[in-house]
């Protein structure tokens, strides 16, 4: 099939690409100039584990275009895709001048039968505004389907390939038959593809990521309270996660959830609802404890340097909201880096990927160091805000070397509690015992 996708960030990017792999010839638009000429000489615009083959492969074969132009980019497209942003607004809803702005664009533009997929996260009667903007310009018959993505970033690629399910809203047989060829080729035996009603499908999507984000927030809670009666998270967890109705996954306690999708998710759904006068509890909850959670371990650095951070050098590893991804939207790190700053510490950082990303936000307030142990040098204590795979066995005889003493503050519980009381450092994680050292 002949595919266009309209926005080529991260869904953008993995949904063009993967549709190429499986044999699709996808034209992907962008407005972004830099980004548009850099991928059409080949160079990936994101850091994801296994992308960059595909899409090399896929522009090698012919597969996969890049463009500015609107026009010459659906040329000939049965579907078009938006991945379009939709960030939050002042008020906290989705944002959707991105979307509707497109619709606006695409409408004169449409000269078959085309179908129109909304992919990006939108509130529930997005995709009626989309056909009646569609509608304003067009000459030919269109479908609008609401298709939400659910990939993680990190394992974008796995997720898109092999997805536990596909969403699909449409009320229209010919859409669904399109959109039913389209996904064949990733949907495993038991995986299924799930057809519903727009609506539904709509809110599916902000159902997902909120009802993950109470998961972590209700665990960070757990993990708060058993700070306060000496209790043991990573064992509350292992006890609670292997009921299989709760599930293993999504029960990690740390210093809250970031990214561009649950903090903003989270957001706009408790907008939808009170636009609807539904007064969602839970969902305030959520956010208020992921606001606190944040930046946890913040009154624990300060009362270990007795309240005075002033000359004091913090190493902080991890920038990037999660391990395996280069982007630090929402990212609880830089929210404890300001914190740091601010109570006039000197922060040395280091991350395998987020660096670049980190430079041109924070500039030169901050120090860039290249590994995680020349951040460490001559650092007052190690200050974990993201789970890297190379944090988690360091070299603790050089560390210990180079730090100025042995102290850690441990956003994402990366070590035994024994291992730390033997080494002899000063140890604070989240929901677990302190170690003093
Ligand atoms: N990032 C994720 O992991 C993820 C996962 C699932 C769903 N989503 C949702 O998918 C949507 C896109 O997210 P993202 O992270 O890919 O966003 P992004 O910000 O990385 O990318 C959006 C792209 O759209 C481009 N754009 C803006 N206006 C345009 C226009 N008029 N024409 C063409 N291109 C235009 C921007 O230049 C940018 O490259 C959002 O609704 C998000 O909530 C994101
Ligand atoms: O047990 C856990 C699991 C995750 N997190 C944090 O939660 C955030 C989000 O993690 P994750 O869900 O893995 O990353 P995203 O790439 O943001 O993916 C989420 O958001 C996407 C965008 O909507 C959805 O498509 C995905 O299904 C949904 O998992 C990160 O800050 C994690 O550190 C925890 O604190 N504890």
Redesign the pocket.
């Known amino acids: 099939m002949k595919i266009a996708v309209?926005?080529?960030?991260?869904?953008?990017?993995v949904t063009g690409t993967c549709f190429a792999e499986t044999g699709n010839t996808v034209t992907c638009?962008?407005?972004?100039q830099e980004?548009v000429k850099k991928l059409q000489n080949g160079k990936i615009t994101?850091y994801e584990p296994g992308l960059e083959q595909l899409f090399e492969r896929n522009l090698k074969q012919g597969r996969l275009a890049f463009t500015t132009n609107?026009k010459e980019g659906i040329e000939g497209a049965q579907i078009i895709f938006l991945?379009?942003?939709?960030p939050p607004g002042e008020d906290g809803s989705?944002d959707l001048k991105?979307i509707l702005?497109?619709a606006d664009?695409l409408g004169p533009l449409l000269k078959d039968f085309t179908v129109i997929v909304d992919?990006?996260?939108?509130p529930v009667g997005t995709a009626d505004k989309v056909r009646e903007r569609v509608a304003k310009g067009a000459k030919v018959e269109f479908d609008v389907v609401s298709n939400?993505?659910?990939?993680?970033?990190g394992v974008?690629v796995e997720d898109f390939m092999k997805p536990d399910r596909v969403v699909i809203g449409t009320n229209s047989a010919r859409g669904r038959k399109v959109m039913e060829q389209l996904y064949q080729p990733f949907v495993r035996q038991g995986n299924p593809i799930i057809f519903m009603d727009e609506r539904s499908a709509e809110l599916t999507?902000y159902a997902a990521n909120a009802f993950l984000a109470t998961k972590i927030s209700f665990m960070n809670e757990i993990a708060n309270l058993c700070e306060s009666v000496g209790a043991d998270v990573d064992s509350v967890r292992k006890g609670v996660g292997t009921d299989s109705r709760i599930g293993k996954r999504f029960l990690f306690p740390g210093i809250g959830y970031g990214?561009?999708?649950f903090p903003?998710?989270v957001q706009a759904l408790a907008k939808s609802s009170s636009d609807v006068q539904y007064d969602f509890k839970i969902l305030k909850a959520v956010m208020d404890v992921n606001a606190d959670q944040k930046t946890r371990l913040i009154p624990r650095v300060k009362e270990y340097f007795n309240n005075n951070l002033k000359g004091k050098t913090i190493a902080v590893w991890g920038l990037s909201f999660k391990p395996h991804t280069d982007?630090i939207r929402e990212a609880p790190a830089l929210y404890n880096i300001d914190l740091l700053l601010e109570a006039g510490a000197t922060v040395k950082v280091h991350d395998p990927e987020g660096m670049e990303n980190v430079k041109k936000l924070v500039g030169s307030k901050i120090q860039y160091c290249e590994t995680p142990y020349e951040a460490a040098e001559g650092a007052d204590a190690v200050f974990i805000a993201t789970e890297w795979p190379e944090f988690r066995t360091p070299d603790f005889e050089k560390l210990s070397s180079l730090l100025k003493a042995k102290v850690i503050f441990d956003g994402r519980n990366l070590y035994d509690l024994s291992v730390m009381k033997e080494l002899g450092y000063a140890y604070y994680s989240i929901g677990r015992e302190v170690v003093h050292g």
């Open positions: 309209v926005g080529t960030g991260y869904v953008g990017l638009v962008d407005i972004d980004k994101i609107l991945a379009l942003p939709t989705a991105y702005k497109v664009d992919k990006s996260t939108v939400p993505e659910f990939l993680r970033e974008a999507k990214g561009s999708c903003k998710d982007d």
